[in-house]
């Protein structure tokens, strides 16, 4: 079983920067795949970042990239989303994905296994 809070949201406005963290803990010693995702109202969950078990690779949807960069310290059991230059299309709950036991492609939403309660982002014009 593994847990993931996320913090780190808020409401700011375009152009601004936040931080988004989310602490994983349940499997000590283990390190796994982990990705951040988004949902916005009356929209389906989509793919933001994904990270590898040991931060070696990492990919970012191609409409955040060269905005949000995500990363990992597995010291802290933490991963972290910054998110610049936000835009008001950005405005969704944004989630934590732990990929522990499943295998394939790391954008979809089906191959995460634990999941965090989701943190609001809001971005104004």
């Known amino acids: 079983q593994v847990q993931l809070v996320e913090s780190g949201g808020g409401l700011v406005q375009a152009g601004d920067s936040l931080r988004l963290s989310c602490v994983h803990f349940?499997?000590?010693?283990?390190?796994?795949?982990l990705a951040w995702f988004r949902q916005a109202t009356g929209q389906e969950r989509e793919f933001v970042a994904h990270?590898?078990?040991?931060?070696?690779?990492?990919y970012v949807a191609d409409s955040v990239m060269g905005r949000f960069t995500i990363s990992r310290d597995d010291a802290k059991n933490t991963l972290y989303l910054q998110m610049n230059n936000l835009k008001p299309e950005d405005t969704a709950v944004y989630y934590c994905?732990?990929?522990?036991?499943?295998?394939?492609?790391?954008?979809?939403?089906?191959?995460?296994?634990?999941w965090g309660q989701g943190t609001q982002v809001t971005v104004s014009s």
């Open positions: 994905a732990a990929q522990v036991y499943n295998g394939g492609h790391y954008a979809y939403s089906r191959v995460y296994d634990y």
């Open positions: 990270i590898s078990w040991n931060g070696g690779s990492t």
């Open positions: 349940g499997r000590p010693g283990s390190r796994y795949p």
